[in-house]
């Protein structure tokens, strides 16, 4: 924890993330190329749904993703809220244009998926719709945080909104599969291993991979930005009062 | 206890001051579902498949609209501080008024919806379980819609605002109402349903009024 609390200083932030910021980008780019020179190339075709079957490389990776940049959403709200540390805060308002983007990604190649399987580019199947509602959430609380002139204010009635929606998004995953579901069941993660062949799982994973540490890299430079737009406004109201 | 019961008249009385507020949200509640009418055809046998979704969508809206006033003008006219600074827990305060304000909107909705199902041909065997669902679901509407109320205070277009945040929220409400009246049709029996339902309202009773008072510190500070 106290390490943790050392990280916090925005001053050691600025530092250390300058330094680490190149070599996500070099990780990033050798995943997405070997990531998708399995994915397009090397990977077989599926038996039922051919060539189709690749926009998973991308549609799954991206459902994991919208789902992980929520989680951290709450977690950095929580952290903002409860020990006030300011880069808890920019972390989490860097990363709900990121989130909101992998979520509407998700959505656009499900639908692309769904045009050539299901015979329509939407259906009211239960993990599209909940997917949307999550986009919904995303964009309540990018709203939410731009309504105010303050932006101190702003930022904490949007934590507390991040974490109530994260109370509520199990709540509302349960309650849309029971209204409805198409979907086929998750193959990856299960009981007794994943079922997904390995010539597939291999990209899979380094997709996700590659993903993952898009959003680390884009994070950095992110949360570096909004840092440095908070000192230039902090010196303009300095120079606004002489 | 002598202090949440002040609150609780004051809230009172200042809603049967203002009663046409509540008689407004029951108009829309009513105009809004008679919109379905016009805009799907007045062919019985839709109108009662659709009705118990469309009246409950009808109050979902309804109640997001009184939303605002729940907050709104204690904020502008300065009585929220007083409340807040106030010797009572402020999670008490605000369930008090969230109660009022179920008992001047949510419960007028409930007692107008039976003319809603006449009209929208809902047939009659799923009426009592329409009204455990609204009787269930609407103190659901008031308790999360009190959190995005404090959270909008101050906030620009707070309305439309309100409408963003809290309606995805309230998805599961809707699905487990609108099931339980379709489970009774299908001879499956609504208690599923309505268990489900109850559990929602007993875990946004425990939580929510926590996350509305925090919002509503944030908000005078």
Redesign the interface.
Same mark, same amino acid.
């Given at each position: 924890m106290k390490m943790l609390h050392q990280f916090a200083n925005p001053t050691r932030f600025l530092r250390l993330s300058t330094r680490v910021e190149p070599w996500a980008l070099v990780v990033t780019v050798v995943c997405f190329a070997l990531g998708l020179y399995y994915a397009l190339f090397s990977s077989p075709v599926d038996y039922q749904q051919g060539h189709t079957v690749r926009i998973m490389y991308i549609h799954v990776p991206a459902a994991w993703m919208a789902l992980f940049c929520y989680t951290a959403m709450a977690v950095s709200a929580a952290v903002a809220l409860i020990w006030k540390h300011a880069l808890a805060d920019v972390a989490a308002k860097s990363t709900a244009p990121i989130g909101a983007v992998f979520t509407l990604l998700a959505l656009v190649t499900g639908s692309l998926w769904g045009k050539p399987m299901w015979g329509t580019w939407w259906v009211w199947d239960a993990r599209l719709t909940s997917m949307l /509602?999550l986009f #919904?959430?995303y964009? $309540?609380y990018m +709203?939410?945080r731009d +309504? #105010?002139?303050d932006p101190a204010? $702003?930022a904490? +009635?949007?934590s %507390?909104?991040v %974490?109530? $929606?994260f /109370?509520?998004v199990p709540? %509302?995953k #349960?309650?849309?599969d029971?209204?409805n579901t198409l979907h086929q069941p998750s193959s990856v993660f299960r009981m007794g291993g994943p079922k997904i062949h390995p010539d597939m799982l291999v990209p899979l994973l380094l997709m996700a991979a590659a993903f993952q540490f898009y959003y680390f890299w884009l994070l950095l430079v992110r949360m570096r930005r909004e840092l440095m737009a908070q000192r230039l406004r902090a010196l303009r109201h300095r120079q606004a009062e002489h | 206890m002598k202090g949440l019961m002040a609150i609780f008249r004051r809230e009172l009385r200042l809603a049967m001051r203002q009663s046409t507020d509540s008689a407004m949200v029951v108009a829309f509640f009513i105009i809004a579902v008679v919109l379905f009418a016009f805009g799907v055809g007045p062919e019985p046998n839709m109108l009662a498949k659709i009705g118990p979704g469309v009246i409950w969508v009808a109050a979902l809206l309804a109640a997001m609209l009184s939303m605002d006033r729940l907050f709104q003008s204690d904020h502008d006219d300065g009585t929220l501080e007083l409340l807040v600074l106030a010797p009572v827990a402020l999670e008490l305060t605000v369930c008090v008024k969230i109660l009022v304000h179920w008992l001047t909107t949510g419960l007028p909705l409930i007692i107008a919806a039976p003319l809603l199902f006449v009209m929208m041909n809902v047939p009659t065997e799923i009426w009592p379980v329409m009204l455990y669902t609204l009787l269930l679901g609407t103190p659901v509407l008031s308790l999360i819609g009190s @959190?995005?109320a404090a959270? @909008?205070l101050?906030? !620009? !277009?707070?309305g439309v605002?309100l409408s963003? *945040?809290v309606?995805?929220?309230l998805?599961?409400v809707l699905?487990?109402a609108v099931?339980a009246g379709d489970a009774v049709l299908f001879g499956q029996g609504a208690k599923a349903n309505l268990l489900l339902l109850g559990g929602?309202f007993l875990a946004s009773l425990a *939580?929510a009024p926590w996350?509305t008072a925090?919002?509503l510190r944030?908000?005078v500070a």
């Open positions: /509602v #919904f959430l964009l $309540g +709203a939410l +309504a #105010f002139d204010r $702003g904490r +009635a949007s %507390i909104l %974490i109530v $929606g /109370v509520n709540i %509302i #349960f309650s849309v029971w209204w | @959190v995005g959270l @909008v101050g906030a !620009r !277009r707070g605002l963003l *945040l309606l995805p929220l998805i599961p699905i487990f099931g929602m *939580l996350a925090q919002a944030e908000a």
